[in-house]
């Protein structure tokens, strides 16, 4: 019965949108979670790490609905699996907790019973549940992606993002579902504000495209969801107005937020200044907040097939050589 090998997937996070490109543009981030699945005799949960307390350890899991949801479709039986995961991924702040969630467990899971299902048909399938493609196509695939998806199938370009980008992001200490985010938006937009967006959003791939960064600041502008969002998080409007002023590239609602999330240069000498400008905004809004300099990740989720180790699930994680 238990001759499936033993499966660990790692998985960046993500930040979607990055301004116009609403439900398209994503970008993997080198934040990750990790995820082991083999199978069991009885369904069992390690959840390791402070960002998944509250996440359920039993069959309610979104991994385990998941997984089971791969096996449906290949139409092999695996009733029973033990996860164990940790997670660097703040839960619920817009960097893509859901989609590294999905993507790992659909990853983990084709590996597990010896990868029946493409690329294409997760992608696919981790569009259907997320809902919308640019957070799942950043895990899976890593870098830049921008993509689109007509309700059935997804697809996406992948670019390769510049060596100088850096990602500096605002969490906020407070949690903003996706839900409810996506609730405070206007069912219709105006036809000037869809050009406004398809120009920037445009704009915006061609510039992380060919590395030509003087255009950001105008190409991260967006009417299509930020202006409703702002009202649910403080001092979002005027970051986003003035960080370019501060040394960022351009600065976006990380995905349905609340982080905020600035692009920087990392060949320039501002960082410093940057940091405060964003550290004072939020402290006069009484938000409190951490920062974290990130960078763009380039490979999207990785899936390691062994089998038992003598080392936990922990050791190996923090020493990936071993996985
Ligand atoms: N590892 C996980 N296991 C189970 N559910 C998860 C996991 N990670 C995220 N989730 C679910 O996703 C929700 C957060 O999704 P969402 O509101 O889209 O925010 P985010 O921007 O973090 O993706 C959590 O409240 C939880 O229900
Ligand atoms: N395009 C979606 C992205 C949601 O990203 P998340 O990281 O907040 O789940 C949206 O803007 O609603």
């Known amino acids: 019965m238990f001759d499936l090998p033993v499966i660990r997937a790692r998985v960046p996070a993500s930040t979607a949108n990055l301004g116009p490109g609403f439900d398209t543009l994503g970008m993997a981030l080198n934040l990750y979670a990790w995820i082991e699945m083999k199978q069991s005799d009885e369904t069992r949960f390690y959840l390791h790490g402070d960002q998944l307390k509250g996440v359920p350890g039993d069959k309610s ?8 949801m791969v096996f449906e479709e290949a139409g092999v039986s695996v009733p029973e699996l033990e996860v164990s995961m940790y997670s660097d991924i703040p839960l619920t702040r817009g960097l893509g907790s859901s989609a590294s969630a999905i993507v790992g467990a659909l990853a983990a899971a084709n590996a597990l019973i010896g990868s029946p299902l493409s690329e294409a048909r997760l992608f696919d399938m981790a569009t259907a549940i997320e809902k919308h493609p640019d957070n799942v196509g950043a895990s899976l695939f890593g870098g830049i992606i921008t993509a689109v998806w007509d309700g059935i199938h997804a697809q996406c370009i992948r670019l390769d993002p510049n060596d100088h980008l850096e990602v500096l992001v605002v969490i906020p200490e407070f949690e903003l579902s996706t839900t409810k985010a996506r ?5 219709e937009i105006v036809l000037q504000d869809a050009v ?3 120009s920037r959003s445009s704009l915006l ?5 060919t590395g030509n960064f003087d255009v950001i600041a105008e190409a991260m502008k967006d009417r299509v969801h930020q202006p409703y969002r702002a009202a649910l998080i403080p ?3 005027e970051i986003l107005q003035e960080a370019p002023r501060h040394g960022a590239l351009g600065a976006a609602l990380s995905g349905a937020g ?3 999330l600035a692009l920087v240069d990392g060949r320039a000498q501002r960082k410093a200044e940057l940091e405060r400008y964003l550290k ?3 402290q006069r809004e009484s938000v409190p907040i951490r920062m974290m300099w990130l960078k763009p990740e380039a490979q999207g989720v990785r899936v390691y097939t062994g089998g038992e180790s003598q080392h936990s699930f922990l050791d190996i994680i923090k020493g990936e050589s071993v996985l």
């Open 258 to 260: 609340p982080t905020l």
């Open 205 to 209: 791939v061609g510039a992380l495209a």
């Open 196 to 198: 406004y967006n398809i």
């Open 183 to 187: 609730g405070v938006l206007p069912a």
């Open 280 to 282: 004072e905004t939020m």
């Open 235 to 237: 001092g979002m409007a």
């Open 61 to 68: 899991n979104l991994i385990y609905e998941v997984a089971q």
